[in-house]
């Protein structure tokens, strides 16, 4: 039940194209969501996060889908470039602590 | 501002050893916490701690324990290594109360022979 489960585990995608990375949680408890960004050799750095009052939060060209009945959310990357290419992890928390239970990633290559 | 600085970034240890990583968060930062980077397994959390007590603690054996002292700085210690315990050791500080951002640093690269 602490589980978040992450698709797809890799991604290939044309320069222009929307990436679409999909997370499902079963913990009802959960109520922050953030999705964090990895480069090669970096820790990972926060993209952008919702709350699950919000259906959606965009930020630039990344936009967070948050559907609570069906208990999933999904990171949607508008216009990918070549510099997007990085790993991707979704993550819930549990409120009041910085426990965070974290999707396995996704590995995103933008082709050029 | 510096960010989280961890050492060592590499290190190669044999089975039945132990180590010791070291973190030293973004100044001002009260909250340290660890997690193990694997292939395939993603990020998973060992331990949080806030003013030298630890709040929470991941689902590993008591072979992975940590400490936080009153400037912020943490350490964790893995003893009896053993092969699956090779991972990306990274460690992650919060500015305030959670849930917030974790600013991750580059991690420390463990190898168990």
């Known amino acids: 039940q602490q589980q978040v489960k992450q698709s797809p585990q890799s991604l290939i995608v044309q320069k222009g194209g929307i990436s679409i990375i999909n997370c499902a949680y079963e913990?009802?408890?959960?109520?922050?969501f953030p999705w964090y960004q990895q480069f090669p050799g970096k820790g990972p750095a926060l993209l952008i996060a919702i709350r699950p009052d919000v259906s959606e939060k965009k930020e630039g060209r990344f936009t967070i889908s948050f559907n609570k009945s069906a208990k999933q959310f999904s990171l949607h990357i508008m216009d990918s470039q070549p510099g997007d290419s990085a790993t991707y992890f979704c993550a819930a928390n549990l409120g009041g602590t910085y426990k965070y239970i974290f999707g396995t990633g996704t590995r995103l290559k933008v082709l050029a | 501002k510096a960010g989280v600085t961890q050492t060592p970034r590499y290190l190669i240890k044999t089975r039945g050893q132990q180590v010791t990583l070291s973190c030293s968060p973004i100044?001002?930062?009260?909250?340290v916490s660890w997690y193990q980077q694997t292939p395939g397994q993603g990020l998973q959390f060992l331990f949080e701690y806030f003013s030298e007590t630890q709040r929470n603690k991941g689902n590993f054996p008591g072979r992975f324990s940590g400490r936080q002292f009153s400037n912020s700085r943490s350490e964790m210690n893995v003893s009896t290594l053993e092969l699956g315990d090779s991972a990306l050791y990274l460690c992650?500080?919060?500015?305030?109360?959670?849930?917030?951002?974790?600013?991750f640093g580059e991690g420390s690269r463990l190898t168990v022979l």
């Open positions: 913990n009802t408890a959960f109520d922050y």
């Open positions: 100044s001002g930062h009260r909250s």
């Open positions: 992650a500080s919060s500015p305030r109360t959670p849930p917030g951002e974790l600013f």
